[in-house]
């Protein structure tokens, strides 16, 4: 089981990123899935998950309206399409496998998202 | 929303006994899920549903949940132990996933 981020990197304030998150050892079309980010020296923060089918979607509060969570079933893939960057976005985001009462049971290794001008 | 509660740290000797704990208003009635998250390193999930261990994990990393408050307890510390632990439920009111602010476990 493994899952792997990419798409991290430096964005301007008010920019865009769109983080990927490519899945292996499982059957990804099974399992919900979440973000969550740790900015530097900070705790977990969640900020959007995700269900199998794609019919349920949440946001944090802190990212609604600008985050948008998608999946590919067909690509075992996740994404995280970030608008509108802000400096306190600035984070490690890793993606998580979900399972039974919203566990995250494997994570991927994150990837480092910097917002400045 | 719902808010969980972790004191910054907890500190114990090897072979000592560490109670890490987690409050938040009837947590009992939740599934409390424990994360240990070493430096530079992923989250790993070390107990989940307030007290089963995933494979791989040391008998040593026991959970309970009850009332307004959960605990994470390694019996036996080791120097490895040593890390930030981060609990975490499901709020069904909100669709959300709560973390609490995290613990560090300092081994003297």
């Known amino acids: 089981v493994q899952l792997v981020e990419s798409g991290g990197g430096l964005a301007q304030p008010g920019g865009s990123l769109r983080l990927s998150c490519a899945a292996s050892?499982?059957?990804?079309?099974?399992?919900?899935m979440t973000w969550v980010r740790q900015a530097p020296g900070k705790g977990l923060e969640w900020i959007s998950y995700i269900s199998s089918s794609r019919s349920r979607v949440y946001y944090a509060d802190s990212v609604r309206g600008r985050f948008t969570i998608s999946r590919d079933n067909a690509k075992k893939s996740l994404y995280l399409q970030m608008n509108s960057l802000r400096a306190d976005d600035m984070a490690v985001y890793y993606c998580a496998r979900v399972s039974g009462v919203a566990r995250l049971d494997c994570w991927g290794q994150g990837t480092l998202v910097t917002v400045s001008s | 929303s719902y808010v969980l509660a972790q004191p910054p740290s907890v500190s114990a000797a090897p072979g000592q006994t560490a109670k890490i704990t987690c409050g938040g208003s009837?947590?009992?009635?939740?599934?409390v899920h424990w994360y240990q998250q070493k430096p530079g390193q992923a989250p790993v999930l070390v107990i989940y549903?307030?007290?089963d261990r995933p494979s791989g994990i040391p008998e040593r990393f026991s959970g309970s949940n009850s009332g307004n408050t959960a605990t994470l307890t390694i019996s036996r510390v080791e120097a490895g132990d040593e890390a930030d632990y981060f609990c975490q439920v499901w709020d069904s009111s909100a669709d959300h996933v709560v973390f609490g602010g995290g613990t560090k476990l300092i081994v003297l």
């Open positions: 009837k947590i009992g009635s939740k599934s």
């Open positions: 050892g499982f059957t990804f079309s099974d399992f919900s």
């Open positions: 549903d307030d007290s």
